[in-house]
């Protein structure tokens, strides 16, 4: 089986679009998809039987406005209620954009099946949703800090929780869990598809630049925090893979080395992602032949 596996990336995460284009041009179907933070909701909306483009039409609705923090509400809320939020940012306008497509959607009701991972801070794991009939090992799992969750959600909730950047977004609870985004435990879940059952992995790996050029000036608390999990995230990104049996694999590195892109280069990221895939196209097509 092939595990093709969604990394996140956050708006990078739309060069994944342009890839998915570029396999369906190769005629290269995977059997399942991973799919984590935004590459969580790339996979949700192709499985539910989203062309590319028209993932792409959604992505370009996408208004930088909608991710912007209402500092002055906020601490204004700060200092009425003398606490800390939960979380900075409400996204209720991408929300709009996504849910009707995914809410009330089961896993076992997608046209392709997909898994969505989590992470679970109560339990310190890895948590991943999917279809019934594809297996998990349960026992590698164990080994690897990752389990399926028995617990039925819908598409939309597994999607809200592998997004919730923590600080950023609310998380999510469930039963005794509280779910933040899938990146902090396992940006790129090659191990997940495994564990799933995949004897060939296509990987999209939205990754970040090998070195960080610090400003000249003072680094604020924000930055430093971000570059952090930069580090923890890229080496849980390359330590968790090597925890289970390798697979064949063809990775589709997307470097982010052009700077923060903003919603108006979700086309420009779209081709990029395509033209990466492109690239690949002849160990692409020798994995799967």
Not at 44 to 67: K, M, R, S
Not at 108 to 136: C, E, K, M, N
């Amino acid at each position: 089986m092939t595990g093709l596996v969604l990394s996140g990336g956050g708006l990078w995460a739309a060069a994944q679009i342009g890839v998915l284009r570029a396999l369906e041009e190769m005629g290269i179907e995977a059997d399942f998809i991973v799919g984590t933070s935004a590459g969580a909701v790339v996979g949700a909306l192709y499985a539910c039987g989203l062309a590319p483009d028209a993932i792409g039409e959604l992505a370009c609705q996408i208004d930088a406005h909608w991710f912007r923090v209402p500092w002055t509400q906020l601490l204004w809320n700060i200092l009425r209620t003398r606490r800390l939020p939960t979380h900075v940012m409400a996204v209720d306008q991408f929300s709009g954009l996504v849910e009707p497509w995914l809410r009330n959607r089961s896993f076992d009701s997608a046209v392709r099946p997909v898994l969505i991972t989590a992470t679970d801070l109560v339990h310190r794991q890895v948590v991943a949703w999917g279809p019934p009939d594809i297996r998990f090992d349960e026992v590698l799992g164990a080994h690897t800090g990752t389990i399926r969750v028995a617990q039925e959600v819908d598409l939309w909730t597994a999607v809200r929780a592998s997004t919730a950047f923590p600080g950023l977004f609310a998380p999510v609870r469930l039963a005794d869990r509280i779910l933040v985004d899938g990146g902090v435990g396992d940006d790129f879940p090659v191990d997940v598809a495994i564990l799933a059952g995949a004897d060939r992995i296509i990987g999209v790996w939205i990754d970040e630049p090998l070195t960080w050029q610090p400003p000249s000036r003072d680094i604020h608390a924000a930055s430093l925090l971000y570059q952090s999990l930069a580090v923890m995230i890229r080496q849980l990104s390359t330590v968790r893979p090597a925890m289970v049996p390798a697979r064949p694999q063809v990775t589709i590195r997307i470097p982010m080395d052009a700077g923060r892109p903003t919603a108006r280069d979700i086309p420009r990221l779209i081709d990029t992602g395509y033209r990466c895939a492109l690239e690949r196209r002849s160990a692409l097509q020798a994995l799967v032949a």
